[in-house]
């Protein structure tokens, strides 16, 4: 019998569900309710969970297959903290002490504080990602969620009509390049070349619209650079306005679910010398790259 409540956080963005256990298997009623929330919310909170690695990712897995973890700093890691099915949200390294200021994992993680939504700058990006935290910082160190959805619902009919049909092009050195870290290799480029995904997509779930961006975007096919760069600073400047966010301060035990086709999300700033981080992230792939979908 379901038990779960669902508190909407903003209308129809973010809720937070309480009173469900995510380490127990769900009934097939529950799995529906569960994704019924997560199609018209996009960002579902649930706290006070007690996640081992395994359950975490068989929780995520209700959504798809999952995202094997390929990271830009994978050659200076020795040891993973988790295995290739998550990610290390972290600054800790491989002996759970803090990373040291030059590390390129640090500087990977500094790069999420720029606005983003997870796997654009691949072929087939993410559908969604289960952020699980399992030591938080005592201030700061929040992760802000902002509604595309809502962000193309309120844009002028001609900017819509304009921007529709619209394809960008997205890499992750791109993002990286922005805070000044640009000391790739050859081989870790040659493995992530530019995506092509496009600007508007539709949410076939909620029957919604929403704008697909990130810091990743580098250029609209068709557009000058100039005018390309223009247009994607305003599209980013209009979707993160304060009525389109939702802050989330983590709590220990928190599981955050996001659906990465209509959301952006951010890292705030926190003393990462001073304070231990600790989160993983599964991730789930989205059906095809978005140039190729039928929707
Ligand atoms: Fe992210």
């Not at 903003?10 to 929330?37: R, Y």
């Not at 890691?77 to 099915?85: G, L, S």
Request: aromatic share 10%; charged share 25%.
């Amino acid at each position: 019998m379901t038990r779960f409540t669902i508190h909407p956080i903003h209308t129809d963005f973010a809720a937070e569900i309480f009173d469900i256990d995510l380490s127990k298997k769900q009934s097939s009623a529950d799995v529906n309710l569960i994704k019924e929330a997560f199609w018209k919310y996009a960002v579902l909170v649930f706290p006070d969970q007690k996640l081992s690695l395994d359950q975490h990712v068989d929780f995520a897995t209700l959504f798809g297959p999952i995202e094997m973890n390929v990271n830009t700093y994978q050659e200076e890691v020795k040891k993973h903290r988790f295995d290739y099915r998550v990610s290390d949200i972290s600054n800790l390294d491989e002996e759970d002490n803090i990373l040291a200021e030059n590390s390129r994992k640090r500087m990977s993680g500094l790069a999420n504080r720029l606005w983003h939504t997870d796997s654009i700058f691949r072929h087939q990006p993410a559908l969604a990602s289960a952020l699980y935290a399992l030591t938080v910082v005592p201030i700061g160190g929040k992760t802000e969620f902002a509604d595309t959805r809502a962000a193309w619902d309120a844009l002028p009919d001609i900017t819509k009509n304009k921007i529709d049909k619209l394809i960008v092009e997205h890499s992750i050195f791109h993002s990286r390049a922005k805070i000044g870290f640009t000391n790739f290799t050859e081989k870790e480029k040659a493995a992530l070349p530019p995506s092509r995904q496009v600007l508007v997509r539709n949410i076939p779930e909620s029957h919604r619209k929403a704008l697909y961006i990130a810091s990743h975007a580098m250029r609209i096919i068709g557009m000058s650079d100039l005018e390309g760069v223009a247009l994607l600073d305003e599209l980013m400047a209009h979707a993160t306005q304060p009525q389109f966010i939702y802050s989330h301060r983590w709590r220990v035990g928190d599981l955050v679910i996001w659906d990465n086709r209509c959301t952006m999300h951010r890292g705030t700033d926190y003393d990462e010398k001073r304070f231990k981080r600790d989160m993983r992230r599964a991730t789930v792939s989205d059906i095809g790259n978005t140039v190729e979908l039928a929707y």
